[in-house]
């Protein structure tokens, strides 16, 4: 069935710098959403892509939909302490249900 | 303030027990999701519904179950509870069935299973 990957599963980085986690599907996607959810919190829906090679940025969050939309990216410049959660990627192929990556723990250090 | 209610916030029972868990979506919107999500662990898709009806199963144990009310309410329930089933439970909503509708997610329930 349909997979999808997210690396690295945890980031830690300092604040200031800039970091990327990625996401991977073993199959082509209609489009793929990204989420954040915070410690202790819920997912929230950051954004969708739906066109290959499309690029969308949220000040300084950067996402990105591989040319072959099997792979996308999220680029966070700056970091900040706000930053701080996990990033979830979810894609869907054609016919199938959303499928959610296993996520990337993003820790910041001060 | 997402808009979706999950009820209740915290649940304790024992191994064997069965639980319901609730679920209200935003106004409007006519899909309702579950998911599971263990500690540190990614989101696991259990099911979903669509006004009413089931629309797509992901990995739900045969010992849990769920339906959506004329309301469009939600309930999950889970039965022969075992230690491995202590999670935090997900609601999410969306206002049609597709992929290209994003999720609303509930704060969740958190179940112990002592």
């Known amino acids: 069935g349909q997979q999808v990957m997210q690396i690295p599963q945890y980031q830690h980085v300092q604040e200031g710098e800039d970091f990327t986690t990625y996401c991977n599907s073993s199959?082509?996607?209609?489009?793929i959403q990204w989420y954040k959810q915070r410690p202790g919190g819920h997912p929230v829906f950051l954004i969708q892509l739906v066109k290959s090679g499309e690029v969308k940025k949220q000040k300084r969050l950067t996402f990105q939909f591989g040319e072959a939309k099997k792979n996308s990216s999220l680029h966070i410049t700056a970091t900040q302490t706000t930053d701080v959660g996990t990033y979830f990627c979810?894609?869907?192929?054609?016919?199938?249900?959303?499928?959610f990556g296993g996520g990337t723990r993003v820790l910041v250090k001060p | 303030d997402s808009g979706v209610t999950q009820t209740p916030k915290h649940l304790i029972t024992a191994t064997g027990q069965r639980v319901t868990l609730r679920c209200s979506p935003r106004s409007g919107d006519l899909s309702v999701y579950w998911y599971q999500q263990s500690l540190d662990q990614g989101l696991q898709f259990l099911i979903q519904y669509y006004n009413g009806e089931e629309r797509a199963k992901g990995n739900i144990l045969e010992r849990f179950s769920a339906q959506q009310f004329p309301d469009l309410h939600s309930e999950l329930n889970l039965s022969s509870l075992e230690l491995g089933d202590s999670a935090l439970y997900f609601c999410a909503s969306s206002p049609r069935t597709g992929s290209n509708q994003p999720q609303h997610f509930g704060d969740g329930t958190r179940l112990s299973i002592l």
């Open positions: 979810a894609g869907r192929a054609a016919g199938n249900k959303l499928t």
């Open positions: 199959t082509t996607l209609s489009n």
